[in-house]
């Protein structure tokens, strides 16, 4: 069941609007119609700064920044919390997560898509991660990611760099074709992410994962327009500096083209 279906539909208002909710503007259409940028609906279920709940869809251009906030955890991750594991399509904004520091902290928003990872000409494999990969029970079983997910692990190369500094690290930097593999479904697959009311590492199945957060330099390279219907998809942002410090250092990317490092 879908954050929409579970927690039910709410009426968009205006601030929302105003804020980049809800339908897009005729500019946006315009400017996403002359980037001729494939589209993807994106469901959202967040607390507004007074503590209200929104719950709603968005459309979008199909770009990392966009898609790097909806596609962590795949239907079905259980997500440790106070009072047990809770699938992460289960959450809703308001409820504690633990953290790895061991103090829980709020759920703020939570963001869902589907993807077709076997999509022709827009192939995105899921990672899929055996179990007692990172160490024994680490994870428990297996479990399979999105292309948004990073997890505290500093990767082999960066070891003797790093120290006894961990480091968020894609989970694609550790596809080995033995513990981390990559899975491509030809159906649609739900995928999630949440934001907390501070940068966090949870636990899902004993591996550390990162919440969302955008990074210092996720807008640094998109238009106004496009970095404003980012952040109006978050109630409680106005700036990316409002997403806070990171709590871990990220390990460098890859990809030269990666938008959220």
């Given amino acids: ?30 400017l996403d119609a002359r ?30 920044l966009f898609e790097n906030a909806f596609s962590a955890f795949a239907r079905g991750t259980l997500i440790a919390t106070p009072s047990g594991d809770v699938a992460v399509e289960d959450l ?38 055996m179990s007692d990969t990172f160490g024994q029970s680490r994870p428990g079983t297996y479990l399979t990611f999105g292309p948004g997910a990073r997890i505290l692990h500093t990767p082999h190369h960066l070891r003797s760099e790093a120290g006894e500094t961990r480091m968020l690290t894609p989970v694609r930097e550790f596809v080995d074709g033995v513990n981390v593999i990559e ?36 807008t640094r390279n998109v238009s106004h327009s496009l970095r404003d219907r980012f952040l109006g998809m978050f109630p409680q942002i106005s700036h990316v500096s409002d997403f ?18």
């Avoid at 993807?40 to 990392?64: C, M, N, T």
């Avoid at 953290?99 to 898509?113: F, H, M, N, Q, Y």
């Avoid at 990317?253 to 938008?259: A, K, V, Y």
Wanted: net charge neutral.
């Fill in 1 to 30: 069941m879908t954050l929409t279906a579970a927690m039910g539909q709410s009426p968009t208002s205006s601030a929302d609007r105003l804020r980049g909710f809800g339908p897009a503007t005729s500019a946006s259409r315009d």
């Fill in 183 to 218: 899975v491509v479904p030809p159906t649609p697959v739900r995928l999630f992410h949440i934001c907390l009311e501070r940068h966090a590492a949870i636990i899902t199945s004993g591996v550390e994962v990162e919440t969302f957060h955008p990074g210092a330099n996720a």
């Fill in 244 to 261: 806070g410090p990171l709590a871990h250092p990220r390990a460098p990317e890859m990809d030269p083209e990666s938008q959220t490092s």
């Fill in 92 to 129: 809703q904004p308001g409820e504690m997560i633990n953290t790895t520091t061991g103090e829980p902290a709020k759920l703020i928003w939570i963001g869902s898509s589907n993807f077709i990872p076997a999509d022709a000409g827009r192939r995105m494999p899921l990672i899929r991660v």
């Fill in 35 to 64: 980037a001729q940028i494939p589209m993807r609906s994106f469901e959202i279920a967040a607390l507004r700064a007074d503590g209200s709940l929104y719950i709603g869809q968005d459309k979008a251009p199909a770009i990392p």
